[in-house]
């Protein structure tokens, strides 16, 4: 069963708040997302492997570490998921992006496949998929089906808010998917949003409400 880790960061935490919060608008709420992205890949790369090599400095020579040089991909699930994306190039600038586009017929919640670009080597590549909300889990799922049928074998999911619902689905569908949230809410409502949440994550970021 896929793990699920939630990141209760001080600062991750207090911009979670203010995105939630209804009154803050478009341009504020991409630069918190943005934020927290960062914030979070910082988390998730944690596990990341190292190697030692040499270097000079000004007063002898040492033993020092340097990433292993792992091929990390990310994959944001369009439209929201887009938003996350420039805040954790800060921090994985050499990472490729991959992009899955999806959305959620309004009636079925069942996700409708519209594009997929993935990067050429993708069996050897680490891969964060990225949306700002995991509600039935039907998107995620969707997006690591497509992905593993073109080869993709080391996935993980990172979100900002989930349902207990989505993360079930997905850890059912999934089991070899860890799972990366800054909050686990309450539940589903009849229409499909997590509650409390944050409302339509697309809508708020691109302003299209
Ligand atoms: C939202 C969100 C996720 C999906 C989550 O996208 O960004 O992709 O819903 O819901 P699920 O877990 O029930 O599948 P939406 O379908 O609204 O598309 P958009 O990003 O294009 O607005
Ligand atoms: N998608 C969103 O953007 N928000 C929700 O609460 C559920 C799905």
New binding site residues.
């Given amino acids: 069963m896929g793990k699920v880790y939630v990141f209760d960061h001080p600062l991750i935490q207090h911009k979670l708040t203010y995105i939630r919060d209804k009154s803050t608008g478009t341009k504020e709420f991409r630069e918190l997302v943005d934020e927290i992205a960062t914030l979070m890949a910082f988390e998730i790369t944690r596990d990341l492997p190292l190697e030692e090599i040499e270097v000079e400095t000004p007063v002898q020579m040492a033993t020092s570490k340097v990433l292993a040089g792992k091929k990390l991909g990310v994959v944001p699930i369009l439209r929201?998921g887009i938003g996350m994306v420039d805040g954790i190039l800060k921090l994985i600038p050499a990472a490729k992006v991959g992009h899955i586009g999806l959305y959620?017929d309004p009636v079925t919640l069942q996700p409708v496949e519209y594009y997929l670009k993935l990067p050429s080597d993708v069996q050897e590549r680490d891969f964060i998929v990225v949306d700002?909300?995991l509600?039935t889990g039907g998107s995620a799922i969707e997006a690591v089906n497509s992905m593993k049928k073109r080869g993709a074998t080391k996935i993980r999911f990172m979100c900002i808010?989930a349902a207990p619902e989505g993360v079930e689905a997905l850890q059912e569908a999934h089991p070899d998917v860890d799972i990366y949230i800054a909050a686990l809410d309450e539940k589903l409502n009849e229409k499909?949003?997590?509650v409390p949440?944050?409302?339509?994550?697309?809508?708020r970021l691109f302003g299209t409400k």
Avoid at 198 to 203: K, P, Y
């Fill in positions: 929201a959620r700002p909300m509600a808010i499909g949003y997590i949440g944050l409302g339509d994550a697309g809508d």
